[in-house]
């Protein structure tokens, strides 16, 4: 199973996303609110959801490139604002909009864990 890191500040919503994750077997290696704590947790993820704006600012879009650049990590975006990805990490699957179903949630991480299962396509996904 992959290990998986979320970045998310809004603790209720980052607890939701990750109960969801471990109930269907995958791994939470942290959850972190802004750019230091994601950096300073990534070396064990692979896996990375990702809110745009953090606790830090709107710095979501910025940490997704060095997350993907510097760790290889597959991103799944997590917004209500999809039109602030103006540049797409290079790993990025796509983004799930917020408020997410378990659904999208298990499908997003389902298609990061492997690329080629991507028919499993959820409606609330929207793949990069």
Known sequence: MKSVLIVEDEIFIAMEIERVLQDA??????????????????????????????RDGPTGPRLAQELADRFSLRIVYVTA?????????????????????????LAAAAIAAEPESAQLIHQDIVIL
């Open 25 to 54: 077997g995958y791994t939470v290696v942290a959850i972190a609110a802004d750019q230091t704590e994601a950096l300073a947790a990534a070396a064990a993820a692979e896996v990375a959801f990702v809110d745009l704006n953090l």
């Open 81 to 105: 604002n999809p039109s602030q990805i103006e540049q797409p990490a290079p790993t990025a699957i796509g983004y799930i909009r917020k408020p997410f179903s378990e659904e999208a949630i």
